[in-house]
């Protein structure tokens, strides 16, 4: 209908972008090496983490993590259901078994209260997700881990640049960022895990390079021992450097990044005042800067579907809308086995049958949100969910 397609998501690859890539593709070393370590060094320096183990994706990272700890037949790991599929997939590819926890209606996080509940003497690992470049309430979490001894890991694939109270996510603990291709830094593809944990580190390093004691990097330039010996079966999970290379670059302009989204999002959260059939997600409570890594909107309507027509409606005004997230437990595969159990999840299923994504993206112009906006209108009278 009016103007080219609007996708929900374009990532930004700037002329120095792509000047980084070429120079590892001139350089002869193009798999993992000095641009890893660049980029972990970086992103230290950036968030305040004491280590920083860059890895092929979010979900590597997790894979070792949770390999690390040794979850496996008979453990339970304590997850909200409405969040990327990948985790609670890696919790059952393990045998142990995801035990999900409901969210807030309006922030879409979890909270030490809901998670206590849902605490046994079988839990091994709580995953929570920070949602939308908001940050969870972390303290009271952490004292609850730390309280009953459970490891603790962020999901802060959505939070490179979210400040909580003040400081970082991944500052401290341990937590898993994502350089996927729509997040708000990207790889192409990617992930760094956030540590101040020396051990676990040194441990996720050798796992993700088939558990040799040192890599091929550090085989050629460190003069360390030619041939590395298996210290423990690992994986092949090593990010090459060209991505790196990009991640880094990326992340030198964080800021700028976050500060397009940020007025966006502020247009939006402006805009859509006027719009009753869209509610966009709250604010958490405590203090933060939000990432805007997603604007997310319900829509306000119980009818079947609802959602997905609207969607479909704005795929005809030419624009592009996503869904983070379809709760995880009402999937085909976990449908059927009804992790859930007998535990209601009703601001997950609310949400999961309203939410979409707008896009937001660094290069959106104000014009391009302006059209979105109009869209939104359009689309609400025409599908009458005004
Ligand atoms: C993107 C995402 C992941 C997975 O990240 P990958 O790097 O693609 O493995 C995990 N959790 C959340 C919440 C995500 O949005």
Not at 187 to 215: P, W, Y
Request: charged share 20%.
């Amino acid at each position: 209908m009016s103007g080219e397609f609007l996708p929900f998501c374009r990532p930004q690859v700037t002329s120095e972008d792509i000047e980084a890539v070429v120079a590892v593709l001139n350089s002869g070393w193009i798999t993992t090496g000095s641009k890893n370590a660049a980029l972990e060094a970086a992103f230290c320096e950036r968030v305040g983490a004491r280590h920083a183990v860059a890895i092929a994706s979010a979900t590597a990272a997790m894979h070792v993590y949770l390999h690390a700890l040794g979850v496996g037949p008979g453990d339970e790991v304590i997850t909200p259901s409405f969040t990327w599929v990948s985790t609670v997939n890696l919790i059952c590819l393990l045998g142990a078994t995801p035990v999900f926890v409901d969210v807030d209606r309006h922030t879409l996080m979890v909270d030490a209260e809901t998670i206590a509940e849902a605490v046994t003497d079988r839990t091994r690992a709580i995953i929570p997700v920070h949602f939308a470049g908001a940050p969870l309430d972390m303290d009271p979490i952490r004292a609850l881990c730390d309280e009953r001894g459970i490891a603790l890991v962020e999901d802060a694939a959505h939070s490179m640049g979210t400040l909580y109270k003040g400081k970082p996510v991944g500052n401290c603990g341990t937590a898993i960022f994502s350089l996927q291709a729509i997040k708000n830094v990207t790889s192409a593809e990617g992930g760094i895990l956030a540590t101040d944990d020396e051990a676990l580190a040194r441990r996720v390093r050798g796992l993700k390079f088939h558990g040799l004691g040192v890599d091929a990097f550090d085989r050629q330039t460190q003069g360390r021992k030619p041939q590395a010996e298996v210290l423990e079966p690992g994986f092949k999970y090593n990010l090459p450097d060209m991505c790196a290379a990009l991640g880094l670059s990326q992340l030198h302009r964080l800021d700028r990044i976050n500060d397009a989204r940020r007025a966006i999002a502020e247009f939006y959260d402006q805009a859509l005042q006027q719009v009753p059939a869209v509610i966009p997600l709250h604010r958490p409570a405590w203090p933060h800067r939000h990432g805007w890594h997603l604007y997310a909107v319900r829509i306000a309507s119980d009818v079947a579907g609802a959602r997905d027509h609207f969607i479909e409606e704005m795929q005809r005004e030419n624009i592009g809308c996503g869904i983070h997230f379809r709760a995880v437990h009402e999937q085909s595969y976990y449908r059927t086995r009804r992790f859930s159990g007998d535990r209601h999840l009703p601001n997950t299923e609310w949400n999961s049958a309203r939410i979409l994504s707008l896009p937001l993206f660094p290069d959106m112009s104000g014009s391009d949100a302006q059209r979105v906006v109009e869209a939104i209108t359009r689309v609400v009278e025409r599908i009458r969910l005004a």
